[in-house]
Nanobody
Framework: QVQLVESGGGSAQAGDSLTLSCVGV????????LGWFHQAPGKERELVAR???????DYVQSVAGRFAISRDDVKNSMTLQINNAQPEDTGLYYC????????????WGQGIQVTVSS
């Protein structure tokens, strides 16, 4: 059974840094794209950061320059570094994986709460 185990996050003040981690259990992520989705209060989940098999990354404009996604295929894990956190970063964060493009497997972790105060 595939599981995504997320950890990290918590409460922070604007300008602080936070680290989110995700470990995949039961599946080899090395050939997949990996991503972090953000669900702000009252809004739908949104892909905010993605890392491809070859290490290329892309971000939504609102987090570009502040967020950094990385992967460790030996540990079957991914990390999201949040720098200069802003109140709009508040919400639940989920890691996911998929074959590529707009395709993501419908497997979700429990989510990580991030709360940023101004």
């Amino acid at each position: 059974q595939v599981q995504l185990v997320e950890s990290g996050g918590g409460s922070a003040q604007a300008g602080d840094s936070l680290t989110l981690s995700c470990v995949g259990v039961g599946y080899d992520f090395s050939e997949k794209q990996l991503g972090w989705f953000h669900q702000a209060p009252g809004k739908e989940r949104e892909l905010v950061a993605r890392i491809y098999r070859d290490g290329r990354t892309d971000y939504v404009q609102s987090v570009a320059g502040r967020f950094a996604i990385s992967r460790d295929d030996v540990k079957n894990s991914m990390t999201l570094q949040i720098n200069n956190a802003q109140p709009e970063d508040t919400g639940l964060y989920y890691c996911r994986y998929g074959p590529g493009g707009s395709f993501w497997y419908d497997i979700w972790g429990q989510g990580i709460q991030v709360t940023v105060s101004s």
